[in-house]
C-alpha cells in the first residue's frame, strides 16, 4: 500500500521524531500539519501487575483538529483509517461522508470520547464504515449505547450497530460473543434488506468456522449463497 498520515504535529522534537519514524516505515509525511511553537501529542500507558491498564493521553495541536487541516478535495485513495479526533463527531461525519459520496472505504477507530457521545451521535455513521476497530472497553461502550438503543430505536437501526459490534467481537476473536450479536442484527433486519442480510450470514459462517462450529458454518454459507 502506498500511504500516507494526516495529523498535526507541533514543531518540536517529538514531532520530527513522529516524522523520522513515518519515513522509515514508507509512509508519506507530506499531509503533515506542523504547527510553529506547538506540542505534539503523546501518551503514557501505565500497567499493573495484575494486567490492569490506564493511559495518561496529553492531545496537545492535535486537539485542535479541524476540517481546515483535512484537504479532501485533493485526495484520490481507495481506503481511509479514520482514528479518534477527540469526541469531534462532526468532523468524523464530515470525513466518512466524503469518503461514502466518492465510493471509498473507511476503516474508523472511535475512541472513548466519540463513544461516550451516544447512539444518536454515532448512529447513522456505521452503515458507511467497513471495518469498525475497538477494543474491549470500547465494545462495552458501544453495548450501553445498545441497550439504550433498545428502548427507544427502530429494530433497523439497532440491527447496524449490533451488526458493528458483533464484527468489533469477531476482531477480538471473540467469536461466541461475535456470533451472539450478529445472530440478534440478522434477526433485526427486515427481510427486504437482502445485500445487508447476506454479508451478515457471511459473518456468521466465518465465526462459526473459527468457533469450531462446522454445521452453523455451513447452515450460514448455503443461506448465503440462497439470497
Not at 471473540?174 to 445487508?196: D, K
Request: contains cysteine; hydrophobic residues 45%.
Amino acid at each position: 500500500f502506498k500511504t500516507a498520515a494526516l495529523a498535526r504535529i507541533g514543531d518540536d522534537a517529538s514531532g520530527e521524531e513522529v516524522k523520522t519514524d513515518l519515513k522509515r516505515f514508507g509512509v508519506s509525511t507530506d499531509l503533515l500539519r506542523v504547527v510553529k511553537g506547538g506540542q505534539t501529542a503523546f501518551g503514557t500507558q501505565l500497567t499493573m501487575q495484575d494486567g490492569e491498564r490506564s493511559v495518561l493521553i496529553f492531545r496537545g495541536v492535535s486537539a485542535s483538529f479541524s476540517k481546515s487541516d483535512i484537504p479532501l478535495t485533493k485526495l484520490t485513495i481507495k481506503w481511509i483509517y479514520l482514528t479518534s479526533l477527540g469526541g469531534n463527531v462532526a468532523l468524523a461525519r464530515m470525513v466518512i461522508e466524503f469518503a461514502a459520496g466518492r465510493g471509498m472505504f473507511v476503516a474508523w477507530n472511535p475512541g472513548r470520547p466519540e463513544l461516550e457521545k451516544g447512539l444518536r451521535a454515532l448512529s447513522h455513521l456505521f452503515p458507511f464504515v467497513h471495518v469498525l476497530n475497538m477494543n474491549r472497553e470500547e465494545a462495552a461502550l458501544l453495548a450501553q449505547a445498545l441497550a439504550l438503543g433498545e428502548r427507544f430505536r427502530p429494530p433497523a437501526e439497532l440491527a447496524v450497530l449490533r451488526a458493528r459490534r458483533g464484527t468489533a467481537f469477531g476482531r477480538l476473536a471473540m467469536w461466541a460473543e461475535a456470533r451472539c450479536e450478529l445472530e440478534l442484527a440478522l434477526g433485526e433486519l427486515p427481510p427486504t434488506n437482502s445485500e445487508q442480510r447476506t454479508q451478515l450470514l457471511v459473518d456468521l459462517s466465518a465465526a462459526s468456522f473459527y468457533a469450531l462450529d462446522l454445521a452453523g458454518t455451513r447452515t450460514y454459507a448455503q443461506e448465503a449463497v440462497s439470497l
